[in-house]
Structures are given as structure tokens and as C-alpha cells.
T-cell receptor, first 115, second 113 residues
């Protein structure tokens, strides 16, 4: 079965510093990959997605992610973090099957931004 | 855009009563909607997949008689927590699928006293 691993439960960075959140997936074929952000007490907002094509995808709020098939990774990056980026970040994968498709989430990474 | 709303955003109820949560896709039609449950500082757990006009598909371990799901139209799915107990207190989030993407509602905080 497919799975998504986010190795870092918590990450703290200083405002203005660069950020990389790690995500690894386990699936035989190329999955559809997503990054979502969740602010406290809120639903999830889609940051970016990868379906096919260019392996470097740009998202909203200055985020980007790179799909690396050889490493089964889809890490999220931002060159300069803003205090408002503090939130929970979820990596997710959709696997297309004959019975439909489901979104499988990683356990999330809590980002704290120090001023 | 693709906007999903939930109502109510928070609800407090007494143990033994039932609570209904609505999930609406505001600017698109959604054949499939999903209901998730999220415990504090944890990831989202899929409870069930709701397909318009048919019975919902529940994940293993989810009580279908306790969590009643109805998807009567292409823009509305409802989750009813029946005979709620304090352990049902949680954050419930719905999402609606549009092609291969899912758009999430803002969530409903349920507290059972």
C-alpha cells in the first residue's frame, strides 16, 4: 500500500532563512503528489501539486517543490520564510486505482518561525 | 476557484444527542466528497468517502451507524454524529473532489459535554 513519510515532526527556522520540508512516498508507479498547509483551527489549503512534466513545481506563497523519482521524494522549499508561514504542513499522495482514488497524508510537519 | 464550506464551524452538544455537519462545494459540482477526522496535533484520518446518490464507503474501524453520511446532491454532503459521546469530540474536515484534486472545508470543531 502507498504511504507518505514526513521525517520531521517539528522544524524551527528564523524569519528570512530558507526552508526545506522533507517528504518521501512509497508507491510503485508515479503518484500524484501534493503539499497542503493548515493554520491552527483551519482546514487545509493546497500549496502545490505534481502530476507529471517538469519536476520542479511552483506553488502559492513563494513555495516550490521538487519531485525526485530516484529518491521517492517531494520536498517542499522556500528561499525566505515569513513569520506568517508558521503552520502545519502535510504532504499527500493520490494513487489512482480502478476503484477510485484516495488522498493519503503524511503525519505532518509543524513549522515554527522565530522572529 | 474551488471553494468548500462547512457549517457549523464549531458546535457544543450534550452527550447522547445528535449533531449534523454540512459540507458544500460552492462553485463546482462534486460527485465525490470525503470526511476526515483530526485529533489535536495529528494528521487527518479518512472516515468515509461519499458518492452522490449512493451509500458512503466507510474506512475500516469507522462505525457507519454512528457517523451517518448523506450525499443527496452534487454540492452537499452531510455528516451526522448520532448519540454523541465525549470521545467523539474532534475536528471534522470535509473535502470535495474536482478531477484529481481535493478542496477542503474549514473544518468543524465538535465538543461533546
Amino acid at each position: 500500500a502507498q504511504s507518505v513519510t514526513q521525517p520531521d515532526i517539528h522544524i524551527t527556522v528564523s524569519e528570512g532563512a530558507s526552508l526545506e520540508l522533507r517528504c518521501n512516498y512509497s508507491y510503485g508507479a508515479t503518484p500524484y503528489l501534493f503539499w497542503y498547509v493548515q493554520s491552527p483551527g483551519q482546514g487545509l489549503q493546497l500549496l502545490l501539486k505534481y502530476f507529471s512534466g517538469d519536476t520542479l513545481v511552483q506553488g502559492i506563497k513563494g513555495f516550490e517543490a521538487e519531485f525526485k523519482r530516484s529518491q521517492s521524494s517531494f520536498n517542499l522549499r522556500k528561499p525566505s520564510v515569513h513569520w506568517s508561514d508558521a503552520a502545519e504542513y502535510f504532504c499527500a499522495v493520490v494513487v489512482i486505482t480502478g476503484g477510485g482514488n484516495k488522498l493519503t497524508f503524511g503525519t505532518g510537519t509543524q513549522l515554527k518561525v522565530e522572529l | 476557484g474551488a471553494v468548500v464550506s462547512q457549517h457549523p464551524s464549531w458546535v457544543i452538544c450534550k452527550s447522547g444527542t445528535s449533531v449534523k455537519i454540512e459540507c458544500r462545494s460552492l462553485d463546482f459540482q462534486a460527485t465525490t466528497m470525503f470526511w476526515y477526522r483530526q485529533f489535536p496535533k495529528q494528521s487527518l484520518m479518512l472516515m468515509a468517502t461519499s458518492n452522490e446518490g449512493s451509500k458512503a464507503t466507510y474506512e475500516q474501524g469507522v462505525e457507519k451507524d454512528k457517523f451517518l453520511i448523506n450525499h443527496a446532491s452534487l454540492t452537499l454532503s452531510t455528516l451526522t454524529v448520532t448519540s454523541a459521546h465525549p470521545e467523539d469530540s474532534s475536528f471534522y474536515i470535509c473535502s470535495a473532489r474536482k478531477t484529481y484534486e481535493q478542496y477542503f472545508g474549514p473544518g468543524t470543531r465538535l465538543t461533546v459535554t
